[in-house]
């Protein structure tokens, strides 16, 4: 079952879709089983995306990427996703120091880090989240402390993908008083001394993503690491997580049109009393909510991927748009587990890992209840009275 046409998209956007479809099968297809059940990255697997032009879309051409906007970015995601959440996300998370360099980076920290990580030679990493800071980023009660030109950090992250295997870490760290004004952001090389890493995590899903517990003691980096200035670190991270909202929602909107395309072949395939199951009204409208869910999905994703390239206002639509498209993608993974059976449920066929790995997109990047809070302000902020 090929996908329905997609006529909002540029011929170029297009052929950029088509390029990535095949890139994500050649370097991912083979090995997607094994890495699964073994909890294997592949950080060469990564390198080869980069090679095939797929990690530096949003990156202006000056800097080694293809200057293109979020909504090609959106379209490459979610074909990498088709093949392997694992990567797509792999991509997204290592996309997030190279937005917050380009959109916020001093020249000379783009000189450094941007052309590597566009061209996939540099695997970045988001450092926010500690086991007593996730929702509640703003409480987050790691260090950094003025040492002459240096700044020393200290701390533990959690949740932290990429951990122990990323080349450039973005920290955030706290170096003034509490709340998010004493929140600031650093760059940190994957080989600064002091910064170690502990429990890699066991996962439902994503198993191909390493999320590793990172561990700060007494890194010192160089004080022209500090993006923006002093207490400017919580805006760097919501800013962020703005952009990485709608790479969630890409991602998603993937798995759902994974998942939409292996039942749909199969429920056309399988007979039952002589019939295709499809023909069955409880599986034909099963997969008809599918394809609905994931087109809605994909639209709102795009609506917010074009505002943002347009420079308008987006974060309550991105909101809405990991929101939507996260809670399709468990729905969409879990009835295409449905439609298939008894064979669902087995790792004979790759809808339980959909499953497995659409279940974390309603939690990362703000879960689903904090884009809902999100979103209720944006409303109260527009509808209500002084």
């Not at 950080?43 to 051409?61: D, M, N, R, S, T």
């Not at 909101?319 to 295409?336: F, L, N, Q, R, S």
């Amino acid at each position: 079952m090929s996908e329905p046409a997609t006529i909002e998209l540029s011929e170029e956007q297009q052929a950029l879709k088509a390029a990535a479809a095949e890139a994500a099968q050649a370097i991912l297809g083979a090995t997607l089983k094994e890495d699964d059940e073994a909890e294997r990255f592949r950080k060469e697997y990564f390198h080869a995306l980069g090679e095939a032009g797929l990690c530096g879309i949003p990156v202006p051409e000056s800097y080694g990427g293809l200057g293109l906007g979020y909504r090609e970015y959106a379209v490459v995601l979610e074909e990498i996703a088709k093949v392997s959440a694992s990567y797509a996300v792999c991509v997204a998370v290592s996309g997030l120091p190279s937005v917050i360099l380009s959109t916020m980076g001093t020249e000379a920290q783009k000189e450094r880090w941007l052309p590597g990580l566009a061209a996939g030679e540099l695997l970045g990493a988001f450092a926010l989240s500690e086991p007593g800071a996730g929702s509640d980023a703003a409480s987050l009660r790691a260090t950094a402390v003025r040492d002459g030109d240096d700044y020393v950090l200290n701390g533990t992250k959690f949740w932290i993908t990429h951990g122990g295997y990323a080349d450039l870490y973005v920290v955030m760290a706290r170096t003034g008083g509490p709340g998010p004004k004493g929140i600031s952001a650093f760059l940190v090389p994957g080989d600064t001394p002091g910064l170690s890493f502990g429990k890699k995590e066991e996962k439902m899903g994503m198993r191909a993503s390493p999320t590793v517990e990172v561990i700060l003691e007494d890194c010192r980096v160089p004080a022209e690491n500090l993006i923006l200035g002093e207490g400017q670190g919580f805006t760097v991270a919501m800013s962020a997580l703005d952009s990485g909202r709608i790479t969630i929602g890409a991602v998603s909107v993937g798995l759902c049109q994974a998942s939409l395309e292996a039942a749909a072949r199969y429920a056309t395939e399988r007979k039952q009393f002589g019939r295709a199951i499809i023909d069955f009204q409880g599986v034909g409208f099963m997969l008809a909510d599918m394809a609905c869910r994931t087109e809605a999905a994909r639209l709102l994703v795009h609506k917010a991927a074009a505002l943002r390239d347009a420079g308008l206002p987006y974060s309550d639509i991105a909101a809405m748009a990991k929101c939507v498209a996260t809670d399709a993608a468990m729905a969409v993974t879990t009835d295409g587990v449905q439609c298939l059976g008894g064979y669902g449920y087995t790792r004979e066929y790759p809808l339980e890992r959909y499953m497995r790995d659409a279940k974390v997109m309603q939690i990362v990047e703000g879960t689903n209840q904090v884009q809902r809070l999100v979103i209720a302000r944006s409303l109260k902020r527009r509808y209500g009275r002084d």
